[in-house]
């Protein structure tokens, strides 16, 4: 059966600040919040600066007093919130370790071998025995957090602790967290990297201005968070768009037309079978057209853009491919053709997207390389949505990349222009 180890009841926190004017200001950092955590779990609080997150360790620490509300821990409690804030700068390192674990209630014997043990994980070598205020801000660190890791409690609090030190420091850490904290002990962690949520934490706790937004599996919280986060930027970044580039936004479609052929509509959809579009379906893209000239091989092409706008994949008939071929076997087809290819599962993850469709032609007899036919005016808007498996929308850094994917082209049997030579 599971076993409660920390209860949180309706727990508040309200600072009064004095404004310039000189009047008492109430300002809420936890608002009335409960939560239990079972013996084994690692929890990870996420949310935005502000929101409380700090304020909920230092008191489970009981570093802050609730202003309303109860707390409540069984066992033993570790934390790593302010990291070195006691040490000494005129001590050596060795010193200020020892002391840090005399104030910890360890013997003097029991300091002198935890003292081994942090000054080991540490690897700063004789510099353990220099004043503190000799060390690099690394260095600092990493005795400050080897002090730290030789704390025995069954209940571990830590702040942003993966950001500290080097990056071969912080890897060093996340191996020492993997080893130590197993189902015989819980963690709770405030983090803003989603990797580490994810990796390190069983449970997830979303904090927006002193309430809790969402409790859950680390994975959903995370990823409801970070899509989040997404959705904001992005209306943020077409706050300038919207006034400055409107060309930019999604269109409608719109038919466009000239001397080669007609582009008469553009539609995206889920494949069949799937209710709509999400990460793990795939994406679903027909184009209808008319041609009007023989000897002119068409090949189409869809240019994917991310919501800033970055064109970030291109679909295309990859030359010598069946698809490739097919295009060539329409050569002297004209009519009402119908263009549809598949962008194949787990390719785009969930977010915003638009797409512009041209076509291109052959250009020489012997088709060494294409010039545009025409291109659509605009951009379609579509959404991929979340579906069974998560994933994150990161940035794209303007990289493209063009899948492989298979064209097909069907025609009609009700129109009569449709013919082939």
């Known amino acids: ?59 489970l620490s009981g570093i802050v007093k609730p202003s309303s509300g109860s707390v409540t821990l069984v066992g033993s409690v570790a934390h790593i919130l302010s990291v070195g804030d006691n040490f000494i700068p005129d001590l050596t390192g060795r010193e200020n370790v020892e002391i840090f674990f005399r104030l910890n209630g360890f013997s003097a014997q029991e300091a002198t071998e935890a003292f081994n043990r942090a000054a080991e994980f540490a690897e700063i070598g004789d510099y353990i025995y220099s004043p503190v205020k000799t060390y690099s801000d690394g260095m600092y660190l990493r005795v400050a957090f080897s002090a730290c890791l030789q704390l025995s409690a069954n209940i571990l609090l830590v702040d942003e602790v993966f950001n500290a030190g080097d990056a071969a420091f912080r890897e060093k850490l996340k191996l020492h967290y993997n080893d130590k904290y197993t189902s015989a002990e819980t963690m709770v962690m405030v983090s803003h990297n989603p990797e580490e949520i994810i990796t390190y934490c069983t449970h997830c706790l979303w904090l927006e201005n002193g309430a809790i937004k969402l409790v859950g599996s680390a994975k959903d919280v995370e990823t409801a968070y970070y899509y989040a986060m997404f959705k904001e930027k992005r209306e943020e970044a077409y706050k300038r768009p919207l006034v400055q580039n409107a060309d930019n936004m999604g269109t409608p479609f719109v038919p466009v037309e000239n001397e080669l052929l007609k582009v008469s509509d553009f539609s995206i959809e889920a494949p069949e079978g799937a209710a709509s579009i999400t990460y793990e379906s795939g994406i679903l893209f027909n184009i209808d057209i008319e041609k009007k000239q023989e000897h002119l091989v068409l090949h189409p092409a869809i240019h994917i853009y991310d919501y800033l706008m970055n064109m970030i994949l291109t679909m295309i008939p990859q030359a010598n491919s069946m698809s490739d071929s097919n295009m060539k076997t329409h050569e002297n087809t004209t009519g009402k053709m119908r263009f549809t290819t598949k962008l194949q599962p787990y390719i785009l993850t969930f977010g915003n997207y638009y797409a512009e469709i041209i076509f291109a032609k052959n250009s020489s007899p012997d088709r060494d390389f294409l010039v545009e036919a025409i291109k659509a005016p605009g951009k379609i808007h579509f959404e991929v949505r979340q579906g069974k498996i998560y994933d994150y929308a990161g940035g794209t850094n303007n990289i493209s990349i063009k899948p492989q994917c298979n064209w097909e082209i069907t025609i009609p049997d009700n129109i009569k222009e449709a013919r082939t030579n």
Request: aromatic share 6%.
């Open 1 to 59: 059966m599971s076993e409660i180890v920390i209860e949180v009841n309706e727990l508040s926190k309200q600072y009064h600040l004095n404004s310039e004017k000189g009047s008492r200001k109430v300002t809420t950092a936890l608002k009335s919040i409960s939560f239990e955590i079972n013996k084994g779990e690692r929890w990870g609080i996420i949310g935005k600066n502000g929101s409380g997150k700090s304020t909920l360790l230092k008191m």
